[in-house]
C-alpha cells in the first residue's frame, strides 16, 4: 500500500483547507484509514479515522465540529474549517490493518506528510 499526502499551505485562522491522501495497492475493507499530525517538538497525535466498510469516523475532541474526515474510492480527505494555529502541523495519512486504533503505532502504512500551517 503506498499513501500519497497533498493539500497542506500556509492559511489564516479561520480558514478552511481540504487535505488527500491517494492511496494504492490493496487495502482491505476491514482496515481505517486516518489523519495524525505532528506540530514540531511534539509526539504525533490522531486527528480522525474512518471505517472501510461502515463509514463510521472518529474525531478528536480538539478537531471535532471543525473536521470531516471522508473516504471516495481510494481517496481519503480531511476538510479541516475554522482553523486555529494550534493545528499548525505535518498531516500524515495512515492505514491500520488491525482496526481502529487511536496510537500511531498502529498503523502501517503510512503517507509522506503535508505540511499545515495557520498564521494567527
Known amino acids: 500500500v503506498q499513501l500519497q499526502a497533498s493539500g497542506g499551505g500556509l492559511v489564516q485562522a479561520g480558514d478552511s483547507l481540504r487535505l488527500s491522501c491517494a492511496a494504492s495497492?490493496?487495502?482491505?475493507?476491514?482496515?481505517?484509514m486516518g489523519w495524525f499530525r505532528q506540530a514540531p517538538g511534539k509526539e504525533r497525535e490522531f486527528v480522525a479515522a474512518?471505517?472501510?466498510?461502515?463509514?463510521n469516523t472518529y474525531y478528536a475532541d480538539s478537531v471535532k465540529g471543525r473536521f470531516t474526515i471522508s473516504r471516495d474510492g481510494a481517496t481519503l480527505y480531511l476538510q479541516m474549517n475554522s482553523l486555529k494555529p494550534e493545528d499548525t502541523a505535518v498531516y500524515y495519512c495512515?492505514?491500520?490493518?488491525?482496526?481502529?486504533?487511536?496510537?500511531?503505532?498502529?498503523?502501517?502504512?503510512w503517507g509522506q506528510g503535508t505540511l499545515v500551517t495557520v498564521s494567527s
Open positions: 495497492g490493496r487495502i482491505f475493507s476491514s482496515a481505517v
Open positions: 495512515a492505514v491500520s490493518r488491525t482496526g481502529l486504533a487511536y496510537d500511531w503505532r498502529e498503523y502501517t502504512y
Open positions: 474512518i471505517r472501510r466498510n461502515s463509514g
